[in-house]
Every structure is written in structure tokens, then in C-alpha cells.
């Protein structure tokens, strides 16, 4: 099965300070996409950062970066000068490029505290 | 970003009744529309994939006579829960794809269902 893999659970920061989260993934494909989307309290779903697989360049998106090691398999995303706002919940997931009935495989979740 | 609308964004009914959600693509055209459903705590999971104008593609353990899902336009696809019951209470949240750059699934807000 082709699996995301989100191996925290929960993750808290100090505000103003730096987190990363982790996720791995499976694929047999060899041009794919990989997002992170943030899940607030009100349950909106937002695209936080993108990559496509084919870039070796880590995407970056003002205070969230990633670091896409695709050989490995994992797709980590750090959040920089943490804010109260970031507090939500963040799912990693992957898509197949340029095949618009692959839905997204997502993984568990990582709910992240944000302490003032 | 490209917005995604869902109506309603609650709804309580009695058992036995129908109810209609809908998903609009507002500001781009939407080939294909993805629902899924989501428990407290936990991550989506994908119950269909709906492309405008052919018959929605369900994933497996997915009633397809319970969860009805049309997709008449390139902005509109609508879930109806037939005959609900309260164990169909839950949080349902579609997504519509946009083609072109990235692949990207983009979010309604949700809607949670209350099921008496």
C-alpha cells in the first residue's frame, strides 16, 4: 500500500522558536506532488507548501520550508518564528502528478502547540 | 488561492431523513471534486471521487446507494445522505482539483452532521 507516515503525534514550540515536522511516504511513482496542509480549530483545510518531486529545490513559503529528501522518502516541514496562529493540526500527503482522479493519500496528522 | 464552498456548514436532522450537501468550485472550473469524511481526531478519509458528468468512483466499504454524489457542472458536486442514521454523524469535507500547476486539492470548509 502506498502509505504517509506522520510519526509524531504531537508536537508543541515556544512562540518565536523553530519546529519541524516529520513525514515519510511510499511510492512507486516517480514524478509525484507533496503538500502540507494545516487543519485549524475552525476545520478548514489550508495549503501551507507544495514540492513536486521532480524539483530537487526545497520549496519554501515565507516562514515554512521543507526538506524534500526524495531517495529517502521524506518530506519534513519547519516552521520558523512560530506564531500563536500556527497551532492547528498538519497533514502531509502526496498526490500523483498529472493524474486528476488520484485523489490525496494522507497521513495521521501532527497536532502542533504553539506556547506563548 | 482558488476557493471552495460547502453548503451547509452544519446541519442536524432526524433519522430517516435525506440530507443534500453541496461543494462549488467559485472562481475556477472543478473536473473533479473528491469528498471525504473525517472523525474527530483523525484524518480524512476519501469516500469518493466525482468527475462532472460520469458516475462518482467509491472507494471500497462506501455505500454508493447511502452516499449519493452528483456532479453536474464543472463547479458543482453534491453529496446526499439517504436515509440517514446517527451513525452517519460525522464532518464531511470535499475538495475540487484545479488543473494546472501542482495538482493542487483545494478545501470547503466542511460541513458536520448531526444525525438524531
Known amino acids: 500500500a502506498q502509505t504517509v507516515t506522520q510519526s509524531q503525534p504531537e508536537m508543541s514550540v515556544q512562540e518565536a522558536e523553530t519546529v519541524t515536522l516529520s513525514c515519510t511516504y511510499d511510492?512507486?511513482?516517480?514524478?509525484?506532488?507533496l503538500f502540507w496542509y494545516k487543519q485549524p480549530p475552525s476545520r478548514q483545510m489550508i495549503l501551507v507548501i507544495r514540492q513536486e518531486a521532480y524539483k530537487q529545490q526545497n520549496a519554501t513559503e515565507n516562514r515554512f520550508s521543507v526538506n524534500f529528501q526524495k531517495a529517502a522518502k521524506s518530506f519534513s516541514l519547519k516552521i520558523s518564528d512560530s506564531q500563536l496562529g500556527d497551532a492547528a493540526m498538519y497533514f502531509c500527503a502526496r498526490s500523483v502528478r498529472n493524474s486528476g482522479n488520484t485523489p490525496l493519500v494522507f497521513g495521521k496528522g501532527t497536532r502542533l502547540s504553539v506556547i506563548a | 488561492g482558488a476557493v471552495v464552498s460547502q453548503h451547509p456548514s452544519r446541519v442536524i436532522c432526524k433519522s430517516g431523513t435525506s440530507v443534500k450537501i453541496e461543494c462549488r468550485s467559485l472562481d475556477f472550473q472543478a473536473t473533479t471534486m473528491f469528498w471525504y469524511r473525517q472523525f474527530p481526531k483523525q484524518s480524512l478519509m476519501l469516500m469518493a471521487t466525482s468527475n462532472e458528468g460520469s458516475k462518482a468512483t467509491y472507494e471500497q466499504g462506501v455505500e454508493k446507494d447511502k452516499f449519493l454524489i452528483n456532479h453536474a457542472s464543472l463547479t458543482l458536486s453534491t453529496l446526499t445522505v439517504t436515509s440517514a442514521h446517527p451513525e452517519d454523524s460525522s464532518f464531511y469535507i470535499c475538495s475540487a482539483r484545479t488543473s494546472g500547476y501542482a495538482d493542487t486539492q483545494y478545501f470547503g470548509p466542511g460541513t458536520r452532521l448531526t444525525v438524531l
Open positions: 511510492t512507486s511513482e516517480s514524478d509525484y506532488y
